[in-house]
């Protein structure tokens, strides 16, 4: 398929773990954005890339988490010594061009549980 | 302090009938409004959206009203279906930047 696909669909880990999500956004969509979505909430911003331009990582909640993207293609985000409040379905999004087209095109998500 | 707000949590609605799903904002420079869909496990889908300089934007059954007085929008589908039932998010953009702050969510329920 074409859309936006994130791996591993569930992760579940013990507390003090690494764990790192993977992104692959649709082909030729220079913006990428990460978010997380905790139970009853709506979704924060984490991170965003675009292009080859510095990634605005002030949305990161410490300095446990961390992304990287090569290119315009995959992304990874990176979280070092998980806690149990890092529990969250962490979602990825990409579009084409942040200033001609708003839509965001969003991955399935990945459900991470720490345990 | 949430700059975007869903305040009803669920909705359920007969099918056939109007669903309003309804979304309040704080910041009045917000430029741009959208609204997902979600599925269980899936990830939101884009539905419709609209900019401030408009107040109606209108896609088959799907209609958007933005009250900027009242920073006040509302996604109207008429007629519903069973297949609407999902979590609705309004998302808002402030201008010249390119993150949107998203509200809680509203669960819809069309009921056949």
């Known amino acids: 398929g074409a859309g936006v696909s994130q791996s591993p669909s569930n992760k579940v880990t013990e507390k003090g773990k690494d764990v790192e999500l993977r992104c692959d956004p649709i082909?030729?969509?220079?913006?990428l954005y990460w978010y997380r979505q905790r139970l009853g909430q709506g979704l924060e911003f984490l991170i965003y890339?675009?292009?080859?331009?510095?990634?605005?990582k002030s949305g990161l909640p410490s300095d446990r988490f961390s992304a990287e993207r090569t290119g315009e293609s995959v992304s990874t985000l990176t979280i070092q010594r998980t806690q149990q409040e890092d529990s969250a379905v962490y979602l990825c999004?990409?579009?084409?061009?942040?200033?001609?087209?708003?839509?965001?095109?969003f991955g399935p998500g990945t459900r991470l549980t720490v345990l | 302090d949430q700059q975007v707000k869903q305040n009803s949590p669920s909705l359920s609605v007969q099918e056939g009938r109007i669903s309003i799903l309804n979304c309040d904002y704080t910041?009045?420079?917000?430029?741009?409004f959208l609204w997902y869909k979600k599925y269980p496990a899936e990830g939101p889908t884009f539905l419709i959206s609209?900019?401030?300089?408009?107040d109606k934007n209108e896609d088959g059954r799907f209609t958007v009203f933005l009250n900027k007085s009242a920073k006040h929008l509302s996604l109207h589908i008429v007629p519903s279906q069973p297949g609407d039932s999902a979590v609705y998010f309004c998302a808002a953009r402030n201008p010249g930047t390119y993150k949107y702050i998203f509200g809680t969510g509203t669960r819809l329920k069309v009921l056949a």
């Open positions: 999004a990409s579009s084409l061009d942040r200033v001609t087209n708003r839509e965001q095109f």
């Open positions: 910041n009045s420079m917000f430029d741009y």
């Open positions: 609209i900019s401030s300089i408009k």
């Open positions: 890339f675009q292009g080859n331009s510095a990634p605005d």
């Open positions: 082909s030729g969509h220079t913006a």
